[in-house]
């Protein structure tokens, strides 16, 4: 089967090499992987990189990340589709066991854990994707992706059907696109993590400035409940359930924001 893996880049030669080398070495006897790099107008070697190591490089102008994101899924040929930022990177065995896990249970997204990793490649716990009863108005309510978008692999059938992610939004295109596919349905949780977040402090959904914060509001007033008292229970009850069962990312998360105060 063939796997995409899809990665916006501008000026990534920072990290690039890892995220490339960690999905090339992704084909088994079950897994052909189609790297995709959609790059914005890079000046440092980013598109000479991934092309010499094998990928499809698309150029040219976007709209954001999301846009991009969307050119090179819609310009691709895999049948399960998956995001890749730049400076992430996926798993020994990622997209094995994403393929496998299809194959058994035919679902139309599948969506696996994630492991957060600092600038220097240092490990700060995992975070599961919550479990089927999280319903969409439920994670709307959250006010944030809680679904580890780099360890998400989608049906090229649903991705289409869902339009792709919506490129007006520049913060919370994920947040949005994910809520939009589990009011569709369900995904396929896999108990393992297939991929590495980097955080570095310039990850563009970790600002959390005026406008990602409206963006987000927004996608709570579009999916959540439109009772305040319901969405903030929502809130609150999604929020103890990821913070308990994800306790060393969940005081990794703690302690780097009393840090970045």
């Known amino acids: ?22 999905a090339r070495h992704q084909t088994t006897d079950k897994v052909e992987v189609e790297h995709v790099v959609v790059d914005g107008g890079s000046n440092d070697g980013t598109v000479e990189f991934a092309r010499s190591h094998g990928c499809v490089v698309l150029t040219g102008e976007d709209e954001g990340i999301f846009d991009a994101i969307n050119r090179g899924s819609f310009n691709s040929s895999g049948t399960l589709l998956g995001f890749l930022g730049a400076d992430d990177t996926l798993l020994p065995g990622a997209l094995d066991t994403i393929v496998r896990a299809y ?15 600092d600038a220097d490649g240092t490990a700060h716990g995992d975070l599961s994707a919550p479990p089927s009863w999280v319903s969409a108005p439920m994670l709307a309510s959250l006010g944030w992706n809680c679904i580890p978008h780099t360890s998400t692999y989608m049906h090229r059938d649903l991705f289409e059907q869902l339009g792709g992610f919506n490129k007006a939004l520049k913060y919370s295109g994920d947040y949005e696109f994910f809520v939009r596919a589990r009011r569709r349905g369900s995904y396929l949780r896999i108990h393992r993590a297939l991929s590495c977040f980097r955080r570095h402090g310039q990850n563009m959904s970790m600002r959390a400035d005026a406008a990602q914060l409206a963006e987000n509001e927004a996608v709570a007033q579009s999916f959540g409940p439109s009772a305040p008292w319901r969405r903030l229970t929502y809130q609150y009850f999604v929020k103890l359930w990821l913070n308990g069962e994800n306790l060393p990312w969940s005081v990794h998360k703690r302690l780097a924001a009393v840090r970045a105060r």
Do not use: D, F, K
Not at 15 to 20: D, L
Not at 103 to 111: K, S
């Open 1 to 22: 089967m063939i796997v995409t893996v899809v990665t916006p880049t501008l000026n990534a030669m920072e990290y690039i090499a890892e995220c490339v080398e960690s």
């Open 103 to 117: 194959e058994r249970h035919g679902e139309p997204w599948l969506v696996g854990r994630v492991r957060w990793i």
